[in-house]
């Protein structure tokens, strides 16, 4: 049967569509079955499009995760390292503390709501009493659950730790930061393009995409494409609200850029990881120069604890592990760097994807361009003579194809989003650059006794000094309260470690300042030594 006598006269009020004075084959029904079927391909048309963009962004998610955890688990088997070789009286009982930190720094950067701050202090919170009873007073032997925690409350006040936990800090937070707000990004990302991709079509764009696609067939004109201005027309009409997001997008990329740059200079994430131990190194090492006066302290608001004479019980001390240095830190951090470099060189190629994206899906089979003849939306014809509007909800107003009403709440949801990510970090990094100009203006550090200062806050991953606790208040109203002494400690979120992990080459002889040519100094050679240091030298 041919086309002509399959045809029928079907009346216009029964086609809401593909009206034509000819005779047409089309049903209402089958007009219906081609705005689903308009609506399934624009979706998989812009999921073409948006596939690269997709793989790029998930597969650097992927990539930056894995190298970031192999720098992070490189970083904690380093500090590990150092108790069981430097400090092993107390290399058990810290390796806890040195895992919840970690942890913590990890669920910082993928966005968890907590800080560097509160990691890095409730580090320290938890290994002064361990670096107090084991390496300052190692007789102790009445190490109880109340006396753990009076250690633990008069660290906030004594600062035992000095300069080191402070610094150590601002250091983490600055590097920290960047990583923290690319992975935000990079999520961000991911929710625009999956938003877009199924940003529901309105009726007028859907009853336009069926007049161009498939009223042709109505009339038997199956082989014939639309005409270049006039898919135009229709896509930027029905793309106008996801075009919107160009402005915003191009900024984003933007920040992607600065945020990798960020990255990779001074305050680079993987020379901040690895400093961690140095940096808790240096801190054992100022407050057993300080025993003296830190025993004076504790001995006041904590009482004196039983003590033995003689060295620790064997059990406590943890046998030297041969580590080997392996190349995993090399080859994370080059891996690292690499993906960075490769990842923003193509993204920048996206920065006009939402500005150019009608263009795209009226590119290839879809239109005639080397035919002398195309579909106008009435009729075949050797050109389109309408006018051509650009893109954006604006230009849409003089559309000869269909009705722009507005823009779509979703799309206009993510516009701010984007925007305000986009603020945020263009506040914060001008912020960081002030400070920090003011900081290097400045001289000196500071005093080793304040333990929070203004080179970070809340954002770089640290709190104010305001939620720290008076030790001296919160002992007397535990005595006040002793129902509150087993109140619920914060809890850390556990992460699976449970992975190969690499090791650092040392040797197992290894000095306190971790130079690895001496064996460790004993406690008392390390408090006679401060108390000759104090002799001749009054603070």
Same mark, same amino acid.
């Given at each position: 049967?041919?086309?002509?006598?399959?045809?029928?006269?079907?009346?216009?009020?029964?086609?809401?569509?593909?009206?034509?004075?000819?005779?047409?084959?089309?049903?209402?029904?089958?007009?219906?079955?081609?705005?689903?079927?308009?609506?399934?391909?624009?979706?998989?048309?812009?999921?073409?499009?948006?596939?690269?963009?997709?793989?790029?962004?998930?597969?650097?998610?992927?990539?930056?995760?894995?190298?970031?955890?192999?720098?992070?688990?490189?970083?904690?088997?380093?500090?590990?390292?150092?108790?069981?070789?430097? /400090?092993?009286?107390?290399?058990?009982?810290?390796?806890?503390?040195?895992?919840?930190?970690?942890?913590?720094?990890?669920?910082?950067?993928?966005?968890?709501?907590?800080?560097?701050?509160?990691?890095?202090?409730?580090?320290?919170?938890?290994?002064?009493?361990?670096?107090?009873?084991?390496?300052?007073?190692?007789?102790?032997?009445?190490?109880?659950?109340?006396?753990?925690?009076?250690?633990?409350?008069?660290?906030?006040?004594?600062?035992?730790?000095?300069? /080191?936990?402070?610094?150590?800090?601002?250091?983490?937070?600055?590097?920290?930061?960047?990583?923290?707000?690319?992975?935000?990004?990079?999520?961000?990302?991911?929710?625009?393009?999956?938003?877009?991709?199924?940003?529901?079509?309105?009726?007028?764009?859907?009853?336009?995409?069926?007049?161009?696609?498939?009223?042709?067939?109505?009339?038997?004109?199956?082989?014939?494409?639309?005409?270049?201005?006039?898919?135009?027309?229709?896509?930027?009409?029905?793309?106008?609200?996801?075009?919107?997001?160009?402005?915003?997008?191009?900024?984003?990329?933007?920040?992607?850029?600065?945020?990798?740059?960020?990255?990779?200079?001074?305050?680079?994430?993987?020379?901040?990881?690895?400093?961690?131990?140095?940096?808790?190194?240096?801190?054992?090492?100022?407050?057993?120069?300080?025993?003296?006066?830190?025993?004076?302290?504790?001995?006041?608001?904590?009482?004196?604890?039983?003590?033995?004479?003689?060295?620790?019980?064997? +059990?406590?001390?943890?046998?030297?592990?041969?580590?080997?240095?392996?190349?995993?830190?090399?080859?994370?951090?080059?891996?690292?760097?690499?993906?960075?470099?490769?990842?923003?060189?193509?993204?920048?190629?996206?920065?006009?994807?939402?500005?150019?994206?009608?263009?795209?899906?009226?590119?290839?089979?879809?239109?005639?361009?080397?035919?002398?003849?195309?579909?106008?939306?009435?009729?075949?014809?050797?050109? /389109?003579?309408?006018?051509?509007?650009?893109?954006?909800?604006?230009?849409?107003?003089?559309?000869?194809?269909?009705?722009?009403?507005?823009?779509?709440?979703?799309?206009?949801?993510?516009?701010?989003?984007?925007?305000?990510?986009?603020?945020?970090?263009?506040?914060?990094?001008?912020?960081?650059?002030?400070?920090?100009?003011?900081?290097?203006?400045?001289?000196?550090?500071?005093?080793?006794?304040?333990?929070?200062?203004?080179?970070?806050?809340?954002?770089?991953?640290?709190?104010?000094?305001?939620?720290?606790?008076?030790?001296?208040?919160?002992?007397?109203?535990?005595?006040?309260?002793?129902?509150?002494?087993?109140?619920?400690?914060?809890?850390?979120?556990?992460? +699976?470690?449970?992975?190969?992990?690499?090791?650092?080459?040392?040797?197992?002889?290894?000095?306190?300042?971790?130079?690895?040519?001496?064996?460790?100094?004993?406690?008392?050679?390390?408090?006679?030594?401060?108390?000759?240091?104090?002799?001749?030298?009054?603070?």
């Amino acid at each position: 049967m041919t086309v002509d006598e399959g045809k029928t006269r079907a009346s216009e009020s029964d086609l809401q569509i593909c009206q034509h004075r000819t005779p047409t084959c089309c049903t209402k029904k089958m007009e219906e079955s081609y705005q689903a079927a308009v609506r399934r391909e624009r979706t998989q048309s812009i999921q073409a499009l948006n596939f690269e963009l997709k793989y790029m962004i998930v597969g650097h998610i992927t990539a930056f995760q894995e190298a970031f955890e192999s720098l992070l688990r490189f970083a904690e088997n380093r500090t590990s390292s150092l108790f069981e070789t430097a /400090y092993r009286p107390m290399a058990k009982e810290a390796a806890e503390p040195v895992k919840e930190l970690f942890t913590d720094i990890s669920l910082y950067v993928l966005g968890a709501e907590t800080t560097v701050e509160s990691a890095v202090l409730r580090f320290f919170d938890s290994l002064f009493p361990l670096v107090y009873s084991r390496l300052i007073n190692p007789g102790i032997t009445d190490l109880s659950e109340d006396y753990t925690e009076c250690l633990r409350l008069t660290r906030q006040d004594i600062n035992p730790f000095g300069r /080191y936990s402070k610094n150590m800090v601002t250091e983490l937070s600055k590097s920290l930061w960047a990583s923290r707000m690319l992975s935000q990004a990079l999520s961000l990302g991911i929710e625009v393009i999956n938003t877009t991709e199924h940003a529901a079509l309105t009726k007028e764009c859907s009853k336009a995409l069926v007049k161009m696609q498939y009223c042709p067939h109505c009339q038997g004109l199956t082989l014939i494409r639309p005409c270049v201005g006039y898919c135009l027309n229709v896509m930027r009409g029905c793309l106008a609200s996801v075009s919107e997001l160009d402005a915003q997008w191009r900024e984003y990329i933007s920040t992607l850029e600065y945020l990798t740059n960020e990255m990779a200079a001074s305050h680079d994430l993987e020379i901040a990881l690895t400093g961690i131990r140095n940096s808790i190194n240096e801190a054992i090492l100022h407050a057993q120069l300080n025993g003296p006066q830190l025993s004076a302290t504790v001995d006041k608001v904590c009482g004196q604890p039983k003590q033995q004479e003689g060295n620790l019980s064997s +059990d406590n001390i943890v046998p030297v592990k041969e580590a080997t240095e392996t190349q995993t830190f090399a080859m994370a951090h080059a891996s690292l760097n690499n993906k960075r470099r490769e990842f923003i060189k193509n993204m920048k190629r996206s920065r006009t994807f939402y500005a150019s994206i009608a263009e795209r899906l009226c590119d290839g089979d879809l239109v005639m361009r080397d035919s002398s003849t195309c579909w106008n939306g009435e009729d075949v014809v050797e050109s /389109y003579t309408s006018r051509v509007v650009s893109n954006g909800l604006k230009a849409q107003i003089n559309n000869p194809e269909l009705k722009v009403r507005g823009l779509d709440p979703v799309v206009s949801n993510l516009i701010d989003k984007l925007q305000h990510f986009n603020q945020l970090d263009a506040e914060k990094a001008k912020l960081k650059l002030e400070r920090w100009a003011s900081r290097d203006a400045g001289s000196g550090g500071g005093s080793e006794e304040m333990e929070s200062s203004g080179d970070c806050d809340d954002e770089d991953g640290c709190q104010g000094s305001g939620d720290r606790i008076h030790t001296a208040d919160t002992l007397k109203d535990k005595k006040t309260h002793p129902e509150n002494r087993n109140e619920p400690k914060p809890t850390v979120k556990k992460i +699976d470690t449970t992975t190969t992990t690499s090791t650092v080459k040392s040797s197992s002889k290894h000095s306190v300042t971790g130079n690895g040519n001496s064996p460790a100094p004993s406690s008392s050679l390390v408090i006679l030594t401060a108390l000759a240091v104090l002799w001749h030298c009054p603070l």
